[in-house]
């Protein structure tokens, strides 16, 4: 298989992928390319009120009462109609999965806390804590080694 990208900002853009037959792979090319809208925020609720969010003022994304929820940069929680693991798919590369259940900006983490029952928290910026798994930790002491 080979892989080519061009990057040119004054050319249309475009995908073509020519392949011999219809596979899984084909299918998620086609879905991401049809749910990219290039646009880099997405649509929050609260109360009767829709606006739009963006990635950058996101601090973390997590479930909370069987909900999912963005925490702002002042740490606001607003409600998304998106499930996680649909936003894990359009977030940009810096939104890293910190435990089962919660997306965070690692832009915005502050600092990792160890806590007194061996594990560790993430505090982000605007001072909300969430704690980090094992397993997603030691995914991120990699990244940074």
């Known amino acids: 298989m080979k892989y080519k990208l061009i990057i040119d900002k ?22 991401l390319v049809c749910s990219y809208s290039g646009e880099d925020y997405i649509m929050r609720y609260r109360d009767d009120e829709m606006r739009k969010l963006a990635f950058s003022e996101i601090e973390c994304i997590t479930i909370l009462n069987r909900k999912v929820i963005a925490i702002d940069i002042g740490g606001n929680h607003f409600s998304l109609k998106d499930r996680l693991r649909d936003l894990e798919g359009i977030l940009p590369s810096y939104f890293i999965r910190i435990n089962k259940s919660t997306l965070a900006n ?9 806590v007194f029952s061996g594990g560790v928290d993430a505090v982000f910026q605007c001072g909300y804590r969430e704690y980090v798994s094992r397993r997603c930790f030691a995914e991120i002491r990699r990244r940074y080694e």
């Open 10 to 31: 004054n050319a249309e853009e475009e995908i073509i992928a020519v392949v011999h037959a219809p596979s899984s792979l084909t299918q998620q090319i086609e879905n």
């Open 106 to 114: 690692e832009h915005r983490i502050l600092r990792f806390d160890a």
